[in-house]
């Protein structure tokens, strides 16, 4: 894949949800690997908690859903950052901590992860900045589509920055 390539590979398999892998250059390269894929079967026990958590009805049939991982210069997961849309619309974020979505949190733990459900389809823009100064140090586009999860491993100073 050339350096300069912007998109998203489209990874489907049998039992799992169509996962949207959002290359992150060469310095970052293996980063993807490092992700936990969830099959059909855990994606929707997710929605079905977020949905129970925020009193809504759990749909991944008719939303999206964005799973993000945040780094630092050193290529670790960053603690400390906060994800944002460009549109929200009626999506709702939860930090994970060891893997337990946390709606309260409101950054990156250790280990970096967040995800996004209830996610409007169509084109979004993420945006990733520091907790504790609100510097914006990342901006990744990802499109959205109903039962897909992008998984998006955000460096700092993606392209577009």
Known sequence: MPPSFSGYLEIATVGYPTYLFYPIGAEFEGVVAE??????EVAQQI?????????????FTDLGAAYL???????????GLRFGLAAPGQSSLAYLVNNAVDFAR?????????????VDPGINTLSVTLAETGVEVARQGMVVRPGHIPVIAVPPARRGL
């Open 35 to 40: 992700f936990n894929l969830i099959n059909d």
């Open 47 to 59: 929605v079905d908690y977020g949905g129970a958590m925020l009193g809504r009805e759990a749909d």
């Open 69 to 79: 991982r945040g780094f630092n210069c050193q290529n670790v997961p960053a603690r």
């Open 106 to 118: 409101t950054e990156t733990s250790a280990d970096g992860n967040a995800v996004y459900l209830f």
